[in-house]
């Protein structure tokens, strides 16, 4: 059983293009969460999504960025107009549909180094 | 405010010794994550524990729930166990609210 995969795993953009990343859960997994992590800091939440549904954005800038889990494929986060500030390693994660009120365990994909010049 | 704290926050050790990394957080949680990081890597999750204590071969995690605190332990270190630990804690959503890491470092 496949891990979280995440691709490209590094990408470079100028400043104005667009970002695309993609997330392919585990195999089974219906939730998907992307986390953003800036050079020397903390890990922080951004965007959490089911199936064709955006749950919670809270953490997700209001311009620019964007997130999608189609019925088929992969997840998508979307970061138009790249500036030098959107250069991070952004991390999804996956879980399985929740059978109960019991939490489920989140796995990490290996994340997608964005580097903007 | 939701917050959770880790200490301390660099660690360095002689191989063999044992090492406990702390962390502690405000509120009442859902469960609670340590997770693996080395440097320029992705993120292993070693644990998730909403009570009690889980063991993983040289890795121990327990949390006290009244006390609002849990501790992840290694036994005899080895330099391959540098990297930083993070502590991520579920406030009762589904986002994972993440300590700012502990950096291990493991001396031959």
């Known amino acids: 059983n496949a891990g979280v995969m995440q691709n490209p795993r590094h990408l470079v953009r100028r400043r104005g293009q667009e970002a695309r990343l993609r997330c392919s859960p585990m195999?089974?997994?219906?939730?998907v969460y992307w986390y953003r992590q800036l050079p020397e800091e903390g890990l922080k939440f951004m965007v959490y999504l089911q199936k064709e549904n955006i749950i919670d954005e809270s953490g997700m800038p209001k311009e620019r960025f964007s997130a999608e889990f189609p019925k088929e494929g992969p997840s998508i986060l979307r970061i138009q107009q790249v500036v030098r500030g959107d250069s991070a390693a952004y991390f999804c994660?996956?879980?399985?549909?929740?059978?109960?009120?019991?939490?489920?365990?989140?796995?990490f994909g290996p994340g997608t180094r964005l580097t903007v010049l | 405010k939701n917050e959770v704290e880790q200490s301390p926050q660099n660690l360095t050790a002689q191989e063999g010794e044992f090492i406990t990394i702390n962390c502690s957080y405000s509120?009442?949680?859902?469960?609670l994550h340590w997770l693996q990081q080395h440097p320029g890597g992705g993120i292993v999750s070693l644990f998730m524990l909403s009570s009690g204590k889980k063991k993983h071969g040289r890795l121990i995690a327990t949390i006290n729930i009244q006390e609002k605190h849990s501790s992840l332990h290694i036994t005899a270190s080895h330099p391959r166990d540098s990297a930083v630990y993070i502590c991520a804690v579920i406030f009762g959503n589904e986002k994972l609210t993440f300590g700012t890491g502990t950096r291990l470092t493991i001396i031959p």
């Open positions: 195999k089974g997994h219906s939730h």
């Open positions: 994660a996956s879980s399985p549909r929740r059978t109960s009120l019991a939490y489920n365990e989140q796995f």
């Open positions: 509120v009442g949680i859902s469960a």
